[in-house]
């Protein structure tokens, strides 16, 4: 019996472990990364907004 609980505890830690050990950040410096990789972050569609000589064409 006890065995069993052993078992069972030693398995829920190792799930809990195994699916919230996997976690990645992605940090942006504004002028270390490029318009690329910056729209795949963010999931837009076009990377010109984020490209330094297309701001001038951006209308208000």
Not at 13 to 24: E, H, Q, Y
Not at 34 to 55: I, L, M
Request: charged letters at 20%; glycine letters at 12%; one cysteine or more.
């Amino acid at each position: 019996m006890f065995a069993r609980i052993l078992k069972v505890g030693l398995f829920l830690v190792l799930l809990v472990g195994l699916t919230t050990g996997c976690r990645s950040t992605v940090a942006l410096n504004g002028k270390n990364t490029a318009p690329g990789q910056v729209k795949k972050v963010t999931g837009s569609k076009s990377a010109k907004a984020y490209a330094p000589g297309q701001t001038k064409n951006k209308k208000n």
